[in-house]
């Protein structure tokens, strides 16, 4: 089974830029949809992008689209989310997991990604 390990958090000014990573550790992302899901103090943890690692297709909820960029390299075994123009809302802790790709595309929900990452904590000042 993969384990998603994830690196790249930090502080930032608003409008600033981040790039968080998810490296599969145990195995490849081969066969699996990896995704971005994010938790704000306080609040639900929410769904922020995902890839098909089978073909390189990506999904983003409509809060981050235009700023936020999820990309692959398949080499490394590692996926990326590239976050541009960074507000204060998009502070939290950023989670990568992963689920089988055999499941229905696009989709948001946390069903079916059984592997977590430990998170990153993403800051954003004002």
């Known amino acids: 089974q993969v384990q998603p390990v994830e690196s790249g958090g930090g502080l930032v000014q608003a409008g600033g830029s981040l790039r968080l990573s998810c490296l599969a550790s145990g195995r490849t992302f081969s066969s699996y949809d990896v995704a971005w899901f994010r938790q704000a103090p306080g609040k639900e943890r929410e769904f922020v992008a995902a890839?098909?690692?089978?073909?390189?297709?990506?999904y983003y909820v409509d809060s981050v689209k235009g700023r936020f960029t999820m990309s692959r390299d398949i080499a490394a075994n590692t996926v990326y989310l590239q976050m541009n123009s960074l507000k204060p809302e998009d502070t939290a802790v950023y989670y990568c997991?992963?689920?089988?790709?055999?499941?229905?595309?696009?989709?948001?929900?946390?069903?079916?990604?059984?592997?977590w990452g430990q998170g990153t904590q993403v800051t954003v000042s004002s």
């Open positions: 890839i098909r690692w089978s073909v390189g297709v990506t």
């Open positions: 997991a992963a689920r089988s790709d055999r499941r229905t595309w696009p989709s948001p929900k946390q069903e079916g990604y059984v592997y």
